[in-house]
Structure formats: C-alpha cells, structure tokens
C-alpha cells in the first residue's frame, strides 16, 4: 500500500511538470522589456516568446502576432523551440508508461513487467525535466548576457519573463516525480509476485528417509559346512562348492 502511494505521488508530480511545461512553452512571456529610464511611466511593453511576440499598451490593450517565418528566427530561438516540444513529447510518453506499470492500474498485474514499466517512466520524467532545464537555463544566460552588454541599445535589452521562472519549477518537479518513479521500482523489483508466493509450500518437505526407510545392509551368506577359504584344487559350477555336499 505504501509503495502504490509512492508511486501516484511520483506520476502526479511528473504530471504537474509536465503541465507547466506545456503552459511555458504556449506563453509569450519569455522576454519581456527591461525599464532601464528613471521615468516610470511609459505607452508600451514589448514581450517575446517562443512563438510570439506581444505588445502591451498602457490602455490595458495585448496585440500578439505570431513569427511568420521559421527559418527567420535566431537559432538559439529554433533550440529552444525544438529542446521544449521534445521535453513535451517525452512527458506524454512517460505518463503512459508509468500508467502501465503503478500497482493501482490491471494491465499486467502480478507479472514482472510491471517494474521495467515503471522505471522507463521515471527515466522519461527525467529526460523531460533536463530537456526542460537546459532550455530555460539557456535563455536566462542570453538574456543575461544581453542585459550587460554595453554595446546594446537600452530599447533592446530585455529582462527574465514569467514563463522561464514556470519553466524551472516545471523541471524541478518533472525531476523530482522521474526520481520518486525510479525510486519505487526499484523497491518493487526485489518483491516477488503474489502467484509465486502462494505457490511456495508452507513448510518444508518432509526428509526423504522418513518415508523411505534404508535398505537393510547386504551379507554375504555363511557357508554350509566350514568357514575355510576354497583351495584351488576345489570343484565349483555357478558358485556352488561340491564338497560342500559330500
């Protein structure tokens, strides 16, 4: 009961992650527009994204439109697109794999493949944190270095956005429900399915020589007249002495 426990808390967490994966690959709030002037009030708000690109009036108006060309894009921009649908399709994989092994569902139940199920879920949930991982990690070092660089107009820098902070709390549980998984397979693995426990005996067999009991020890029959070694000169067919007879 606790290992099943274990396991729907490992594929809900990972089900989360994956979630807000999804959430901070559609927004467009990666990028949004750094206020370098003392003035505070100002008519608009850029904000880009991994699809789009926003504008925010100060009449409370959004205008988005989405990039027309791929092959336009930078490609920083391309990866990062292409490392979160895969973070995506990876999640999507790994929920029905770990489905297909937790305790709790009937599809192979008591059979050994429950376990490898599991574990390829857990291993998939932890492909599509990293995957996940490595793309916010990546654009906070661009925005970063762009923020600092002298040689960049203040209109054109651009500060972390909302979506890359979803991004990271979406790997760390993506992570941590993939290590949970592979964690309760692994503790599974050593316990052996209920049909071959019932079918090991309750008590040991019996000695075999309390059923059987040992052969009496073989002696050789006593001769019939004396005890004295034959001679060589003494007549015997089959075994038999002849004087034994006379």
């Known amino acids: 009961m606790a290992s099943m426990v274990v396991q729907l808390l490992g594929f809900f967490l990972g089900l989360l992650g994956f979630a807000g994966t999804v ?3 559609l927004l467009p ?9 003392s003035n505070i009030t100002t008519a608009n708000a850029y904000m880009k994204g991994l699809w789009m690109e926003c504008v925010w009036h100060s009449t409370g108006i959004y205008q988005c439109e989405l990039y027309r060309s791929l092959l336009a894009l930078p490609r920083d ?8 649908v895969l973070s995506c399709v990876t999640s999507v994989l790994a929920s029905l794999l770990s489905v297909l092994g937790m305790k709790c569902t009937r599809f192979a139940r008591d059979s050994l493949i429950k376990s490898p199920l599991l574990l390829s879920g857990g291993v998939c949930f932890l492909c599509a944190g990293l995957l996940c991982l490595t793309t916010v990690s990546w654009t906070t070092n661009d925005v970063i270095m762009d923020f600092y660089d002298p040689f960049l107009p203040s209109g054109l820098r651009y500060e972390i956005g909302l979506a890359v902070y979803l991004g990271y709390a979406s790997a760390c549980l993506s992570l941590t429900g993939g290590l949970v998984l592979c ?3 692994s503790g599974g693995r050593s316990q052996r399915p209920r049909h071959m426990q019932r079918n090991q005996p309750l008590s040991p067999p019996p000695a075999f020589n309390s059923i059987y009991p040992p052969a009496p020890l073989y002696n050789p029959p006593e001769a019939l007249k004396d005890n004295h070694a034959p001679s060589l000169c003494s ?3 089959s075994g ?5 007879y006379v």
């Open 240 to 244: 038999y002495r002849l004087y034994n």
């Open 183 to 185: 964690w309760s397979s």
């Open 77 to 84: 921009l391309q990866a990062a697109r292409a490392l979160m």
């Open 235 to 237: 007549l015997s067919s």
């Open 29 to 37: 709030h990666w990028r949004r527009t750094a206020y370098m002037s």
């Open 23 to 25: 959430v901070a690959t």
